[in-house]
């Protein structure tokens, strides 16, 4: 699985975060490779540090690489878990 995207667009709505890591944890156990990306200032980060951490992943980090409307530069962040 490579670079897939989520958008929640119901702001505080527990049960879309439970989702999304229920279907991480589906797809860490379904594919060898999951990688996908998050901006930054994505409160989601967080949960996403920890899980990359529980399962023995990277985190690659690129400085200022997103620039959003307000012209405010962010990094982008690159999560991956290998299956060993």
């Not at 023995?56 to 405010?72: Q, T, V």
Request: with cysteine; net charge neutral; aromatic share 14%.
């Amino acid at each position: 699985a490579y670079n897939f995207a989520l958008f929640s667009f119901d702001r505080g709505n527990v049960l879309v975060g439970r989702d999304v890591f229920n279907k991480l944890e589906e797809l860490t156990k379904t594919f060898h490779r999951v990688e996908w990306r998050a901006v930054s200032i994505n409160p989601a980060c967080r949960g996403y540090d920890r899980f990359v951490e529980r399962h023995n992943g990277n985190k690659h980090i690129l400085k200022d690489a997103i620039r959003d409307m307000d012209g405010n530069y962010h990094d982008d962040i690159i999560y991956e878990i290998l299956k060993n």
